[in-house]
């Protein structure tokens, strides 16, 4: 994210390049590393799931999602982005606990804290806004 500010790429830019470089690294990985019968066709999922993980994965998850973040990145400051980001597994527990009853152990509470404080910290260090930088300048 602070890559993203300072190189000062477009949206249709960061579009482009995440899944790319994302792909050239993953696949190799997978090809040659990771077990799967996809290839040899043994297990091969209902083409039904197949066209629902395509969607998301390919239009949500690697579309969307990276021209809000780049959006999101190059509006407000990339530690403040990088904070918000930080919340999703936080969240993800409560949510879990709420709606889904799950009770979570003792890894994930302290993980809970742990990551809130630090977000906490990550929000408590924020440089105070001067009225210089409030006000545009001509």
């Known amino acids: 994210m602070t890559a993203l500010r300072r190189w000062n790429v477009t949206i249709l830019q960061a579009v482009i390049a995440a899944p790319t470089i994302s792909t050239a690294i993953y696949i190799p990985i997978w090809f040659l590393f990771l077990p799967s019968g996809l290839l040899r066709g043994d297990g091969f999922p209902p083409w039904e799931e197949i066209a629902l993980q395509t969607v998301y994965q390919g239009v949500v998850a690697s579309f969307i999602v990276v ?19 930080a919340g999703a597994p936080v969240l993800a527990v409560l949510l879990g606990l709420v709606f889904l009853s799950e009770i979570p152990t003792w890894i994930a509470w302290t993980g809970l804290v742990v990551t809130t404080l630090g977000m906490v910290l990550a929000v408590g260090r924020r440089p105070p806004a001067t009225a210089e930088a409030a006000t545009p300048s001509d």
Do not use: Y
Request: charged letters at 15%.
């Open 67 to 85: 021209m809000l973040i780049t959006r999101a990145t190059k509006t407000i400051r990339a530690t403040t982005m990088a904070v918000f980001l």
